[in-house]
């Protein structure tokens, strides 16, 4: 009898998750793919896809999820779909692939990452930690971060334009009156500030 196994076993060789492996995507990719992970879609373990003769990759029966990306969104405090379908059949043991393998990184951190960046060496494209806007009206330029359908957590990357002048909360100027107030200081204290 062949055991369904929806996960691989642990990070591959070339996994670019993987904290001991220098980052070789873009940062705008792994910004796409970080988001997708966080709301809960499936990622291909690239070694179980499949090319076309053009290059294009597809999914095969044989094509199984990432175990990095696995390892990468429970420490971002999430799961995808698969993942939760996997441990609910009994084809995997979410606390057994979070241990089996290399370290990776988590979610927010591997999208702030520079190419080349390792665990022993990390380089931020994106500044480790940026104040970002604490108001996060509608029409907010920096919000501090999201919640995806798969339960993590990504963190803001924009940083917020200035400090409220009246509470000391950090705001974008989406979430400000323009003379460097914040809208819940307008909106709690009124006139005083129009």
């Given at each position: 009898?062949?055991?369904?196994?929806?996960?691989?076993?642990?990070?591959?060789?070339?996994?670019?998750?993987?904290?001991?492996?220098?980052?070789?995507?873009?940062?705008?990719?792994?910004?796409?793919?970080?988001?997708?992970?966080?709301?809960?879609?499936?990622?291909?373990?690239?070694?179980?896809?499949?090319?076309?003769?053009?290059?294009?990759?597809?999914?095969?029966?044989e094509t199984v999820e990432c175990a990095g990306a696995a390892k990468a969104v429970?420490?971002?405090?999430?799961?995808?779909?698969?993942?939760?379908?996997?441990?609910?059949?009994?084809?995997?043991?979410?606390?057994?692939?979070?241990?089996?393998?290399?370290?990776?990184?988590?979610?927010?951190?591997?999208?702030?990452?520079?190419?080349?960046?390792t665990g022993d060496d990390p380089v931020w494209e994106i500044e480790e930690y940026v104040n970002t806007c604490h108001v996060v009206d509608a029409g907010c330029t920096a919000p501090a971060g999201t919640l995806g359908a798969g339960g993590a957590i990504l963190d803001g990357l924009e940083p917020a334009d200035f400090e409220c002048e009246h509470c000391g909360e950090w705001t974008c100027e989406s979430c400000s009156n323009g003379d460097g107030v914040c809208n819940m200081c307008v909106e709690d204290y009124g006139e005083d500030f129009e």
């Open positions: 009898m062949t055991r369904v196994k929806a996960i691989s076993q642990a990070p591959c060789a070339h996994c670019p998750f993987r904290k001991d492996v220098p980052i070789y995507l873009r940062q705008d990719r792994r910004e796409e793919i970080a988001e997708s992970i966080a709301n809960g879609h499936f990622f291909p373990c690239h070694e179980t896809t499949s090319h076309d003769e053009d290059g294009s990759a597809y999914w095969t029966g429970m420490l971002a405090g999430g799961t995808t779909q698969m993942m939760r379908i996997s441990e609910r059949m009994g084809w995997a043991d979410l606390d057994k692939v979070a241990e089996r393998g290399p370290e990776v990184w988590e979610l927010s951190e591997w999208r702030r990452l520079a190419e080349g960046s």
